[in-house]
Nanobody
Framework: VQLVESGGGLVQAGASLRLSCAGA????????WNWYRQAPGKERELVAA???????YYPEFAKVRFTIARDYEKNEVFLQMNSLKPEDTAVYYC??????????WGQGTQVTVSS
């Protein structure tokens, strides 16, 4: 199953973006969801996660500015990013996992924040 991300783009510092992720045939309630990012020359890092029980986790740099949530009407997962900084520039990847070993990834969407 290939996940599809959308919503990336080029914005100025301080702007907001909303990334979305969906997978054909997948129900958002059946998986835990993660957003990762990878900047040029750097390792992929976790940006946000939402578990089966709805609990969320953010690393320090994403707290307050980023929000991950399920959109049950659209059957999508989104990542709302506010107050973007140039250091947020990266390719953002969506990931879905469940307790039975399913592990699906998207191809990524580019986010570029200019100063």
């Amino acid at each position: 199953v290939q996940l599809v991300e959308s919503g990336g783009g080029l914005v100025q510092a301080g702007a907001s973006l909303r990334l979305s992720c969906a997978g054909a045939g997948l129900s958002v309630v059946d998986f835990g969801w993660n957003w990762y990012r990878q900047a040029p020359g750097k390792e992929r890092e976790l940006v946000a996660a939402v578990g089966d029980n709805g609990g969320s986790y953010y690393p320090e740099f994403a707290k307050v500015r980023f929000t991950i949530a399920r959109d049950y009407e659209k059957n999508e997962v989104f990542l709302q990013m506010n107050s973007l900084k140039p250091e947020d520039t990266a390719v953002y990847y969506c990931n879905a996992r469940n307790l039975w070993g399913a592990d699906y990834w998207g191809q990524g969407t580019q986010v570029t924040v200019s100063s």
